[in-house]
């Protein structure tokens, strides 16, 4: 071949692969445009009637395991589980499989407005979400494979290793300590150390699991005032999976910059394995139980799918993974909870448990902003679209959540323990459906947010890491389509401990705001005055206190609903083994397990409740012709 000939033909390959990405960059750009407009005209479903069916159940098979849910806990029992090669597994999931949105970590709002969300709201609240839409707290849960990481904010936080060791004494048994989960921890993980200049303590991660873990590229302006002006008021700047009090970026389960939601962790990568039957599109009505023995046994499991009902056989164990608000309610329609509840909305009392009694999460204030003068450029959508596509970029971080750290609070002062969470959100983060993902009245938004310069100004979120208030989740009716009644019940503790760590952590920030690291950008707080707390002086203490109760929800971090504990006349409804008290061949693998709120993110804590679900089952049958293979 001659030169001429072969620079001809490179010519040719550049110019169309030139085309080719364009094509590409156009293709993204227009399903992010149009999922945007659809996010302001979507209807949320108040139900799962879409997925009832009437007919008689009829038989769909035989399995070792079925699994209930595809999310977090589920997708790595299932992972972990078909390692046996003689073992079969169903997932069973209503849900169906993500797609090109799924894969942008910053389409987090909008993503909340299809069918990958459940949608789930609150009941009316009385101590928090005041300044929401008829007081409901809204609760955005993952449908689909991959669950709630499907649409979460993607952010790597274990926990402090004082939550395990407390788990430990709650459950009665070392394996929920902190040394045992450390090693799950580290053999789900992948860590990659992509930002140099970005903490990072190498004996507290893992390499070569599952789950990427990286550092998003690249920092905005404001998020290095956020770690300056930490060091000035003697605060570090580490590595919080280390278990060390102050501020980091965050560490998040993207690889090279696209969502690494827990299905692609974990299942795409095994989906040749024969012993593994994914059915999406199936939706759980109940347990199958056997009450003619004593304990009971789960037998199989009974669900919808396209148009028709089915049950399933389960010849070794059910597992439950559907989430905090899916698992109870699967458990009291199979007649396993609180026996007046049940009594009240007509089902048959198979075992008495406090299932649901126990709802938490990380109540969250999201009335703090600041303005500055510095102005963050806003580039062609197009361009913002081929910096995804070199895993960098505003499109790799979900919700801009470029920031975090952890602090003490005056409960916890000099221990070491974090109470306090801050994580900082840069300039143009905001969106035109902020006001909906937010849930907020007209007036909270006006007062709030509608008329700041998003260019300019940042947001920082505190959070309330060991929460003292309870909820609860209750059957509306004995029909498995309904939706739960959740009552988030924030800010609620008698000791007013949510509250008060609440203002703590705005003092804090505060106190971050009048360093020279703020003033470089003459970083000011927005006035943003609330017309709910116009009686009292602007800024002032009680002011703040209206202000929590108004801009005070949830972060997305529901949990406890079947807490692990030794005694299940205390309240426990799984013991150390993640087994149901009084039901046998039946676990519960989500975070409705957590026995307390952890000074971290859920999600990853869920994953090392799957992997410990997946050795349970192996030590519990190693009895099995060869198992002793597959085993640890």
Known sequence: MNNKLLIVLLLILIVSQAIIDEQVIDFY???????????????????????CATEKPKKYGSYDFVIIGAGAG??????????????????????????????????????????YNWAYNSTPQKTACLGLVNRVCLYPRGKGVGGSSLINGLVYARGHKSDFDK???????ERWGYNKVLEYFKKSEHFVHRDPDAPYEPKFHGHGGYLNVEYHLYRSPHLNVFLDAHKEIGLDIVDYNANRLGASPSQLNTFHGTRLHNAKAFLYPINKRSNLNILTGSYVTRIILDTNVNPPVAVGVEFSHNGHNYYVEAKKEVILAAGVFGSPQILMLSGIGPRKHLQDVGIKVVKDLEVGTTLRDNPTFFGLSFSTNYTEPIRPLKDYVKQFLNGIGPLTVPASNQGIGFYESSYTRGTGVPDIELMLIPANSSNILSQRSFGLTDQTYEDVWKYVNATQTFTVYVVDLH??????????????????????????????????????????????????????????LQPGFLRACKQYRHFSRDYWYCALRQLTINLYHPLGTCPMGTNPKKGAVVNYELKVFGIENLRVADASVFPFTLAGHPNTPTVMVG??????????HKGSSGLWDYFL
Request: aromatic letters at 12%.
């Open 29 to 51: 750009s227009d399903i992010i445009s149009k999922v945007y407009d659809n996010g302001l005209r979507y209807r949320f479903p108040k139900n799962a009637f879409e997925h």
């Open 74 to 115: 589920g997708s790595v029992s299932a992972n972990r589980l078909t390692e046996v090669p003689y073992w079969n597994v169903l997932l069973l999931e209503a849900g169906q499989y993500g797609n090109i949105l799924t894969d942008i970590p910053d389409m987090f709002y909008p993503i909340q407005f299809t069918h």
């Open 167 to 173: 788990w430990a004494k709650a459950a009665g048994n």
């Open 467 to 524: 929460s003292q208030s309870i909820g609860s989740v209750k059957l509306k009716s004995k029909n498995p389509y309904e939706y739960p009644l959740i009552n988030s019940n924030f800010l609620s503790d008698p000791q007013n401990r949510d509250i008060n760590t609440l203002y703590e952590g705005i003092q804090l920030v505060l106190k971050m705001s009048q360093t020279k690291a703020f003033r470089s950008i003459d970083a000011k």
């Open 611 to 620: 992997e410990q679900l997946a050795d349970l089952i192996k030590f519990t």
